[in-house]
């Protein structure tokens, strides 16, 4: 994850470890969500582990099918976990865009 360049310099990481650990930190985010913020979640499942959430151990269509199950306690079908992520990412982008939008408009209207 990261490298060491001599003693007396810190560890360097590297733009993609950033981006797993950001992906990682959204889907646990997203788990301690659908539990109304309580971490105990997190120790309800043994074997859960941080490598659990990274991208490349799970995609994204099984994810979201783990989140309705912790949810509801009922498994989806793999075209719903992958529709309930395009649902996710296009809310995502939205809120991304609405955000950007507001922040373009108040710096133009500051500035007259």
Do not use: C
């Amino acid at each position: 994850m990261y490298s060491k360049q001599s003693h007396d310099s810190p560890p360097m990481f590297f733009i993609g470890d950033f981006k797993k650990i950001l992906k990682a930190a959204k889907r646990i985010e997203r788990l301690i969500a659908i539990s109304n913020n309580n971490w105990g979640i997190v120790d309800a499942f043994p074997n859960l582990d941080v490598d659990f959430f990274k991208s490349t151990s799970i995609n994204v269509g099984s994810y979201e099918r783990f989140l309705k199950l912790v949810e509801t306690g009922q498994l989806i079908s793999i075209e719903d976990g992958n529709q309930l992520y395009h649902n996710f990412k296009f809310e995502q982008n939205r809120q991304r865009e609405s955000y950007i939008q507001n922040i373009y408009n108040d710096a133009t209207s500051s500035s007259n």
